[in-house]
Each structure stands twice: as C-alpha cells, then as structure tokens.
C-alpha cells in the first residue's frame, strides 16, 4: 500500500484534505476549545510547529465544511455543525516593516475582509476599520463572528532588540487588535497564535479576557506530532525509514526520538516531535536537522548580545514559569525567549516549590544552535571550522585526545586574530562550543567541586576528561592546577577512565596559538 504524501509546505487544512495527504487528527484539541468556557484565546509555540495549519482547522470548522473533517475525531463529537462569518488575518507577511507600510498592509488585509462579505471602507485607521467591518459582517450575516489571527506577534519579532521602534509598531498593532473587546457579543471565538508572549497591557490593550492556553495540560498536544501519534498514525512509515536507514524499528524510532522529540509545553506532557522536522526526514529518509535549515531568527543573536549570554551559558536552567512564561519585551534575561522560540523546553517539574528545569529538546535544537554561534567565534574559518569539528570527534571517539588537540591546534592557527579574543574566557568559549557540537558527549563548564572549579568537563562513553584553561601561561602550569585542586577526585567513583589535560592559549606574532599537556 502507498504511503500518504506528507503536506510539506502546505499549511491549509482543507487542501491536505482534498489531495488526501497525511493528517494527524487535532480535531479533538478543535471540539475541546469551541465547546469550554470562554471565547478569547491564546496559542504560543515555536515556528514551524503547525500553528497555522490549526488556524486554517478552526477556518474550516467554523465555517461548516463538515465533509472535510470524515474520519477524524471531530466527527463523532460534534452533533451541530454550525455555520460562522470567519475573519482570518495572517499577519506573516508584515516583517521587516516601518510603521507606515505596516499600517498600509493592515489595511490591506482588512480590506480583503471587507471583499468577501462586500462590505468595502475608505477610512484610514485601522481600528475603525476593524470595528465597522466586525459590526458589518455581524449584521449582514445575522452571526457572531469568528477571528482568527495567525502569528499576531510577526511585525515584532524582528525589532524585539530595538526598543524604540517596537514601542512604535507595538502601539500600532495595539490599535489594531482594540475592537475585538468592543464588540465581545458579536464575536462567537477568537484565536491567536504566535511564537512569544507579548503582554497583555502593551499589545491586547484592554482584552484582559483572552486566556493563554500554551502551557495549559488538556492543550499539551495540540500542535506537533505527540509520541503516541507517531506510533500509531505513522507506524508504517517508520518501517518504511527503518528500511531506508538499514535500521530496526526499534533503533529508528530511538533516531527520531534523540534528532526531533523532546518538546514538552506544560508538565506533566506527552513528548512532542518537531512536525516539520520529523516530516521532512520521512520524505527525504535522511536525519538532517531540518528545522535549524529553515532559518534561525536575527532577533535572537541580538538578544544573546544584549544580555551578554555566553555560549556555555545555554543549555540547562532551573526556573519559575513567571521567569519564562513571561512577556517577551519585559523579560530580564534570554530564557523566555529562549523557550517560547524553542530552544528550550521544560524537562522536569518540582511541584512542591513550582519550579521548572528546561533544557535543549533534542540534538537538532543543541547542534544547531551552536552551530549557528560558530561564525562569531570562527569568522571566515567558520567551513574548515565544520569539518575539523568533525575529524575531532573521530579522534575523541578514538580515545586520541593528543591527536584531537593537534588538530585544533592547526585549526587556530589559520584563525585571525583579533583584540576581542586577547582572554581566558573566549578560547573557553570555543571549546564549549566545539565540543557541545560533538553530540555524544556531555559536556560541562566551571563544574563546582569541593576545592575549586573545573575550566572544562568532556565526559566520553568511558573517559571524564578534566581540563584546565590557561592564556599566555603554560600548559604546565594548567595540569600543576588539576593536580593541586585534586579536580578528578570529583570522578573517582564513575567508573570511568580520568585522564587530566593542561592547556594554555597564547597569540604570538598576531597568531593563535595552543599547547597542551595530557596525564
């Protein structure tokens, strides 16, 4: 039997599935919504993650397409099937804009509205505009009305760093979204996705009603394709893969899990998989990391610099959903960002004291992410950069340590120097890099021990390499630490091979240069 085709690319409900193509049933997460208390809400998920393919869901529902939903869950749950006016706005189409065009394309898109319920306007503001166009369907149509907005948070993304300008588009977009409180009893359910979190007060103005659904349990499974899901509605095409890759069942599936699983969106939550990523590598029966491909927001490099993140500082924090839950543009660290865009999910929930830990989803997202850290610290070398990280691994994998550290030795040399790089901490920065990129090891930074802090801690499958960094010492002087400080004692009981190595990072005659020690 031929396998479905996978809706790469496609985003309507409707077309996926007149051309039959594969669908995970969310027609229940549909039913669920429409029929709970309350009619404004919320959805945040990282982009890629199908919020607009369940944007296009609800479109289809709300306008009655009852032959569309045959076979999924929806259709034995829903008893009505009522028709409503549907006002969908995409807004992904208004970046990189300054107030003026952004306001023009508003417009645009409202007067698309107006077109199909011909119900055409020549006023220039865009509240207005909404509002009439709100009370005109309402009253034409004898219906509530439906909105949805799909990534409401898009002409913000991109001047998240520039304060001056967001609170210019933020004021206008505010503007925009004012009438949907006004008019709450012509409006039968509104819906709002979008990657962050903006707050209420600076984007929804007065719509204090609107209920934030994203780290909600019964909504944990709404966008992405959940563990269960996986094995069930697309068990066949995990054989197919397995095939492919020459693999069992059992070993893809473990693939699947370590390249694109991990997400989890509240707690306790079943694991979620990156759908874009998980798609794609059944079409193509290759583990890629397809998500990072698609591009990695400009906003987040900015934001690292803004707030000094350094690259050893990512990965694994604890923290109070406040602390990452939280409005984007009052946020006083990266962590909100760094989870509502994806890069960090929750992986453990300490109920007694409310906090989370978050961590890195999976590979594709580790990987990737330093990946794309690499030019800052590589420049031009940042190709070579690529391939000498992967002839380390060999090495490490090989137990050749001294021939690892030969290679990146060679490797600095060719990279120029420059007068941010004159410190201890930026060649401990490119080894945490480096070796975060080698994913089969863990990898830790300033690890605490009883006499004192390890520079860098490169645990193996069977060795715990303990290192210590110098700048313009000695590598001597690096393993004379390691030893004074009794720093592998820490590893005595793992069961491990320890094997301690000094390293000192000079620049002589403008060149980087690196020696080493190995006990």
Known sequence: MARKLYPIGIQTFEEIRKLDNLYIDKTEY?????????????????????????????????????????????????????????????LSKGKHMEKEQLNRYLLDIIEKQEARFDCMSNKIDVNIRLDDLINAVYQKTGK?????????????????H????????????????????????????VFMTGITKFSQLSIFSELNNIKNVSM???????????????????????????EHLELSREETIQELKDHYDGYHFTWPSPDVFNP???LNCFADGKLKAYWFGSGTPTYLIEKMREFHVLPSQLGRVRAKASSFDAATERMTSLTPLLYQSGYLTIKDYEKKIDVYTLDFPNKEIEVGLFDSLLPGYLGSGIDTGRVVIADISSYINSGKMDEALQMLADFLETIPYCDNTNYEGHYQQILYILFALLTNYDILVEQHTAKGRIDITLETADTIYVMELKFNKSAEEALAQIEARHYADAFNMSGKK??????????????????????
């Open 162 to 189: 520039e304060k001056e300008k967001l609170d210019e588009l933020r004021n206008l977009m505010r503007n925009f979204y004012s009438p949907l409180k006004g008019n709450e009893s012509m409006l039968r359910f």
């Open 144 to 160: 509530q009305v439906v909105v949805l907005i799909d990534e409401y948070d898009a002409p913000l993304l991109d001047v998240a």
């Open 276 to 278: 874009y990523s998980l």
């Open 498 to 519: 320890v094997v301690k190595v000094g390293l000192n990072f000079s620049v002589k005659d403008d060149v980087n240069t690196l020696e080493w020690v190995i006990s």
């Open 30 to 90: 549909i039913y669920r919504m429409t029929h709970t208390d309350g009619k404004y809400f919320f959805l945040s998920r990282p982009r890629r993650f199908g919020k607009s393919l369940l944007v296009s869901t609800f479109q289809s529902y709300f306008k009655g397409k009852k032959e569309l939903f045959k076979g999924l869950a929806i259709e034995k749950l829903e008893k009505e099937w009522n028709e409503y006016p549907v006002l969908h706005f995409d």
């Open 216 to 242: 909600d349990e019964p909504y944990a499974g709404i966008c992405g394709i959940t563990k269960e899901e996986l094995l069930t509605q697309m068990s066949d095409d995990i054989d197919a893969l397995a």
